[in-house]
């Protein structure tokens, strides 16, 4: 099987990343960007974001996860802790973020440390979600081999019938995690591939920027 696709290509000329457009704090700046992209409506999960994480195999491994807050502590979300990136988080906390806003023609790269939330705010968190997001945090085994789905949908029939008119509570094996940024990287699409890339990194417990080449 062979396909060309070397004339796929679009020219980014939307919008443009100047120093003078920086904030002290590229949190700030990412809230600006953030909240762009969530008014864009071309844009249906502006919290959509790639999570990379080293496995235990030795290959890293990304996959598109919910960012569900952020704050002066980092980028939240929320997993099962027994997960493939579970089980790779607690073996490397050094993980990757990214997202990707193709109308906007911006991506965002945060590399930093992921640490568990603690369990009064997993916990919060989780009686916000819908009664049918609490039951499959408890039905799905997450990352295991399974026979078939009808593994799934039969526990599912069954704590729905166990818990009928009763609150479910967090299982001890789902909750949160912030990561706290090292680096954040901002990256505007801009003519002729010479994209505006700048980076923020911290150094002395202080944020500082350098420009990167495209």
Do not use: C
């Amino acid at each position: 099987m062979k396909k060309d696709l070397g004339h796929l290509r679009k020219s980014y000329e939307k919008h443009r990343l100047e120093e003078s457009q920086l904030k002290e704090n590229p949190m700030l700046l990412f809230e600006e960007w953030f909240e762009l992209a969530e008014n864009d409506p071309q844009i249906e999960e502006a919290n959509a974001m790639t999570l990379s994480t080293l496995g235990a195999d030795g290959y890293p491994k990304g996959r598109v996860v919910l960012l569900k807050g952020y704050d002066h502590r980092g980028f939240i979300f929320y997993t099962n802790y027994n997960s493939e990136k579970g089980k790779a988080i607690a073996a490397h906390p050094q993980v990757g973020v990214s997202f990707f806003w193709s109308s906007q023609q911006r991506q965002i790269h945060i590399v930093g440390q992921a640490t568990q939330l603690d369990e009064k705010e997993s916990d919060a968190y989780f009686q916000s979600r819908p009664r049918g997001s609490q039951l499959g945090a408890w039905v799905s085994p997450q990352s295991q081999t399974i026979q078939n789905r009808m593994v799934l949908e039969s526990k599912l029939n069954d704590l729905e019938a166990h818990y009928d008119g009763k609150p479910i509570p967090k299982p001890t094996h789902w909750g949160g995690y912030v990561v706290a940024p090292s680096s954040i990287e901002f990256w505007q699409g801009r003519p002729n591939r010479l994209h505006d890339r700048i980076r923020f990194y911290q150094s002395d417990s202080q944020w500082h920027y350098e420009r990167l080449a495209p």
